[in-house]
């Protein structure tokens, strides 16, 4: 079992910057890529933005230029930093995690998510 955690969530005005951490912790076997996905009521949980183990990261056209993906792999730890937030930023920002265990011949990949935290920029 993976559990993910995030924190950071909060608001922010405008134009202003907030950074998100994501840590997952537990019986991890070997993490594929980590992302964060935002929802809003009564849409659908959209991509923000994911890295994989190699380091290749991909946004969406809406956050692209204005957040960014580091992490820590030492910590199984991603963070989103986000700048320049608009007001339709407004959202539960989500962790995903990507993870493959392996057994005797096979392997299987879980995805885990966290509970999410909530992210409100005022206008």
């Known amino acids: 079992q993976v559990q993910v955690v995030e924190s950071g969530g909060g608001l922010v005005q405008a134009g202003g910057s907030l950074r998100l951490s994501c840590v997952a912790s537990?019986?991890?076997?070997?993490?594929?890529?980590m992302g964060w996905y935002r929802q809003t009521p009564g849409k659908q949980r959209e991509l923000v933005t994911t890295?994989?183990?190699?380091?290749?990261?991909n946004y969406a056209d809406s956050v692209n230029g204005r957040f960014t993906i580091p992490r820590d792999n030492a910590k199984n730890t991603v963070y989103l930093q986000m700048n320049s937030l608009k007001p339709e930023d407004t959202a539960v920002y989500c962790c995903?995690?990507?993870?493959?265990?392996?057994?005797?011949?096979?392997?299987?990949?879980?995805?885990?998510w966290g509970q999410g935290t909530q992210v409100t920029v005022s206008s």
């Open positions: 995903n995690v990507q993870e493959t265990k392996y057994g005797f011949g096979s392997s299987a990949v879980f995805s885990w």
């Open positions: 537990g019986s991890i076997a070997s993490i594929n890529g």
């Open positions: 890295i994989i183990s190699g380091g290749n990261t």
